[in-house]
């Protein structure tokens, strides 16, 4: 997370007209407009440079392993196994879980290379409006986010429980532990990157164009949804996520929340799953799944929020009036 939380350097005099940035300062997913010299088809070149960036990071990921897997027929049947599996979380096979996270986590340092090449310095605001990731609200948030996941789970299955649907943990599994330093490791890193992606990048691309928040919130959610094949049940609770982590992001200036919400929320779903407590691999649910998960992630939401404005947390950039009739950010954002 370090690499991310170091590339913060904002634009000495970023270019916004002066008809664009409120009185109080810009909020999060108006950021684009302190990068230098901010034009319309900024962002989407971004984007569309990023796709290439990621693509030959894949690339050079693939192709050795392709190498590999022709001069090697174990290593030949299992890369034709990844290719033929819906089941990606098995102890038996914990490279499946690496298969699937590491390409995801990879869209970070394309996304960034991409914003810096094309959109200039600044790339820190991508990740609040204090252009950089804040490790303090991060820290918070992240012990927020557990105390109200645990909760949740420990209601749905002792729920189960009350039901005759109880689960007995199964530790006995010799690849569990290697599976949970897999998971600790690597989910942390595969939701921040999504969240960059979906609340970072396209907030600040819709907010680039339109200026109202709810675009920015709402218009990215079925790419979100899309991504994700669950039913209706889950995609509904997917999207809610969405929505949940976007208003966050809004709200609180940056991604934290957004992050700490998505960690905790896959973390303990993997944990669990890895000793057969929950199904990791379901991609269906019922309306009482959705009922429940759209609790946690409301109270999440509504204490996360109050807590941020309790502590102060800027959730806009203040912006200055330079005397060329152009805009500065305060020292401490310049770098």
Do not use: C
Request: charged residues 10%; aromatic residues 10%; hydrophobic residues 55%.
């Amino acid at each position: 997370m370090s690499s991310i939380a170091d590339a913060t350097a904002a634009p000495a005099s970023p270019s916004a007209p002066p008809s664009e940035v409120p009185e109080g300062g810009l909020e999060y997913h108006r950021l684009a407009l302190l990068r230098p010299r901010p034009r319309w088809w900024k962002p989407l070149l971004t984007g569309l440079l990023g796709i290439a960036f990621y693509l030959a990071i894949l690339v050079v990921v693939i192709v050795p392993l392709v190498m590999i897997s022709a001069v090697n027929p174990g290593w030949g049947a299992e890369l034709q196994m990844l290719f033929r599996t819906t089941a990606f979380f098995q102890l038996d096979r914990p490279w499946l879980l690496v298969a699937l996270v590491l390409p995801l986590i990879l869209m970070i340092p394309a996304l960034l290379l991409a914003s810096r090449v094309v959109q200039g310095r600044g790339v820190g605001l991508l990740s609040s409006v204090s252009g950089r990731l804040r490790m303090g609200w991060l820290g918070r948030t992240f012990l927020l986010a557990l105390a109200v996941f645990v909760v949740y789970f420990a209601v749905v299955l002792g729920w189960s429980a009350t039901a005759g649907d109880a689960v007995t943990p199964d530790f006995s599994h010799p690849g569990l532990l290697l599976m949970v330093v897999l998971l600790l490791v690597l989910i942390p890193f595969q939701a921040a990157a999504e969240e960059y992606v979906f609340r970072g990048y396209l907030m600040q691309l819709v907010g680039s164009w339109l200026r109202h928040p709810a675009f920015a919130i709402l218009l990215p959610v079925p790419l979100f949804v899309l991504g994700h094949g669950y039913d209706v049940w889950g995609a509904a609770s997917v999207g809610l996520f969405a929505v949940v982590a976007a208003w966050l992001t809004w709200r609180t200036g940056g991604l934290e929340a957004a992050i700490s919400l998505h960690i905790m929320n896959n973390l303990l779903i993997f944990l669990l799953g890895s000793v057969a407590v929950v199904d990791a691999n379901a991609t269906s649910g019922t309306p009482v799944d959705l009922l429940g998960s759209a609790l946690a992630m409301l109270v999440f939401a509504v204490v996360a929020d109050r807590w941020a404005r309790r502590r102060g947390i800027d959730r806009t950039a203040a912006v200055t009036a330079g005397a060329a009739g152009t805009h500065q950010l305060p020292p401490t954002l310049r770098g």
